[in-house]
């Protein structure tokens, strides 16, 4: 039902309560589970969008959708009412949350959505061998190192790394740099046709 069919409903009671509303010693509110109410909108756009990346007659695009908002308002409940739509499909999803109580660990939404990612390219025995060597070809062990340092669900892939960071770590906007091209490379190299 859409919002307007409820706001109907609310006024039908509402004119005829004798008919509608009984008295019972239960004043619980029975909302139908896993229902999203008032956000046909914003699933539509996040199905739209997955529409333009997935369509095979297309230009191959990527797209990054974030979604963001005040805490409580449904964010959550959103991506995975659409979640479904994505995976039964045969892609992959990732989500990765901010949270306040992470505010020390600086893009632990990013490493948490790679980390799940990471999960799933090591249960998949079919492609484990070929993304683990395919990995090692287009990352170096610097790069594996940082990734193992920061996402536990990699070292399942490549176990932990006798690499240590021993070389000159970059500081600040060059860590970041070098972090993100490791990451791009990851998703490119995983994510590849062939």
């Known amino acids: 039902e859409s919002i307007g069919d409820v706001e109907d409903d609310l006024r039908l009671m509402a004119s005829l309560p004798e008919k509608y509303l009984q008295a019972t010693s239960s004043l619980e509110l029975q909302l139908a589970p896993d229902t999203l109410y008032g956000c ?3 699933t539509a756009q996040l199905l739209e969008a997955y529409g333009h990346v997935s369509d095979p007659t297309g230009s191959q695009t990527t797209q990054t959708v974030l979604i963001s908002g005040y805490a409580g308002t449904g964010k959550s409940s959103l991506v995975q009412s659409v979640r479904g739509c994505f995976t039964d499909t045969g892609a992959s999803f990732l989500s990765g949350k901010f949270d306040d109580m992470q505010q020390f660990q600086p893009l632990s939404a990013i490493v948490s959505a790679i980390n799940d990612y990471c999960a799933i390219l090591a249960e998949n025995a079919d492609r484990f061998n070929q993304v683990r060597g395919a990995v090692k070809l287009a990352i170096d062990s610097e790069g594996r190192a940082i990734l193992s340092s920061l996402i536990p669900n990699f070292k399942r892939i490549f176990g932990s790394t006798s690499e240590s960071l021993k070389k000159t770590r970059a ?12 990451i791009r490379t990851l998703f490119r190299v995983t994510c590849s046709s062939s």
């Open 171 to 182: 500081c600040g906007t060059e860590a970041l740099q070098q972090l993100m091209f490791v």
């Open 40 to 42: 046909e909108g914003e």
